[in-house]
């Protein structure tokens, strides 16, 4: 067992450079994305091509802009277009008298957000004209605002521990998704060594050595192991340590890596048992793991995906649970029993998937 850890250790001490592209990446995509894309609200320039434009600019901007998710910014026509058609902004908004267009190029993600917030305005002010007729709203709505200042009921929500309800930081989700992420192609390609020595003729060889079978499956999958568990504690300490991330108990946090690992290691395992050569495998592997995490929905807010059978197949992958249980201990302050039963799935999922791995590998080759 010692000896094939030794040499996949010596392969990566020669050639490194794979596991520290993985890390690399994974900083700066948190880097890049957390902060750039939730930092500050984004941006939808609006227009208007009514013969009274102007007028219907100066009308809705001022209501737009009391928005806190989205940023409106008047733009003309020309421009707005052109930012949407090269991709500057997801979609603008076409004004009319008492309603909008919404143009995009794409449905993406942050369309069903813009159209919920905009039609929720467009709404207000339609029930306040449908109060004062064909008065200014201007008057009624000073009325509302005022009552809703201090209301006859008021409800006050707080945690379970008496404190505020922290809000979700998509930055700090973002952190662990892509430390997670890039942690599985690093253990992929080590659990694919197995498949390569097979085909090598590497395996066979060993067999005949005083190294067992066992030993040599321990040996592969153990190093798979302590590389991608090293891989997310390196980049995990210097979020928490050099770049000043809140992340919570760390120490909890890397119980849940560990597990975490353990899983995607029984899933590369399960995923080679289905394929004869590491090139199939490669490019399997590389086409189907970056799917995970859309159809988790964790590249954007919690409950943006909610069709059943998306949830269903990303409850299959330890991706997904293994971020839920990371948020829940860096923003809720979650404790063990509180992420127990998140922990039993991964060690489920490893047990299943690797059982059904290696039992694939050994009849399909021998």
């Known amino acids: 067992m010692l000896a094939v850890f030794k040499a996949q250790l010596k392969k990566d001490v020669r050639k490194p450079v794979t596991i520290i592209v993985f890390m690399v990446v994974s900083i700066l995509a948190t880097l890049i994305f957390g902060n750039s894309t939730f930092g500050k609200p984004p941006t939808v320039p609006v227009f208007s091509t009514e013969p009274n434009g102007k007028e219907i600019e100066e009308k809705w901007i001022h209501l737009l802009k009391d928005s806190e998710a989205l940023n409106f910014v008047l733009t003309e026509e020309e421009g707005a277009l052109e930012d949407v058609a090269s991709g500057k902004s997801s979609v603008a908004i076409k004004l009319m008298e008492n309603d909008y267009r919404i143009i995009t190029a794409s449905n993406n993600s942050i369309v069903p957000f813009v159209e919920q917030e905009i039609h929720t305005i467009f709404s207000e002010e339609a029930q306040l004209q449908a109060v004062v007729g064909e008065e200014d709203t201007t008057k009624i709505r000073k009325v509302v605002e005022s009552y809703l ?88 300490l210097l979020f928490q340590y050099v770049l000043k991330f809140e992340l919570g108990d760390l120490r909890l946090i890397m119980m849940v890596a560990a597990i975490y690992t353990l899983s995607i290691v029984s899933l590369a395992m399960l995923i080679s048992g289905f394929l004869r050569t590491p090139e199939k495998f490669n490019m399997v592997f590389t086409s189907f793991i970056p799917m995970i995490p ?51 799935i991964l060690l489920l999922i490893f047990v299943i998937y690797m059982g059904i791995g290696i039992n694939l590998v050994e009849r399909r080759r021998g």
């Open 149 to 236: 200042e201090n209301p006859p009921l008021q409800a006050e929500v707080k945690s379970v521990s008496g404190g505020e309800i922290p809000k979700h930081d998509m930055g700090t989700q973002l952190l662990f998704v892509f430390t997670l992420f890039a942690a599985m192609f690093t253990i992929g390609f080590k659990v694919n060594g197995i498949n390569e020595d097979k085909v090598n003729g590497i395996w066979n060889r060993l067999i005949l050595s005083p190294v067992t079978k066992t030993n040599m499956y321990v040996g592969h999958l153990l190093y798979s192991f302590c590389i991608g568990f090293f891989q997310i504690s390196v980049v995990l």
């Open 294 to 344: 859309v159809i988790s929905g964790l590249y954007m807010p919690p409950g943006t995906v909610s069709n059943p059978l998306l949830l269903f197949i990303a409850d299959l992958f330890p991706l997904k649970h293994a971020a839920d249980a990371m948020l829940n201990i860096t923003l809720y302050n979650a404790s063990w029993n509180d992420i127990s039963l998140t922990v039993a």
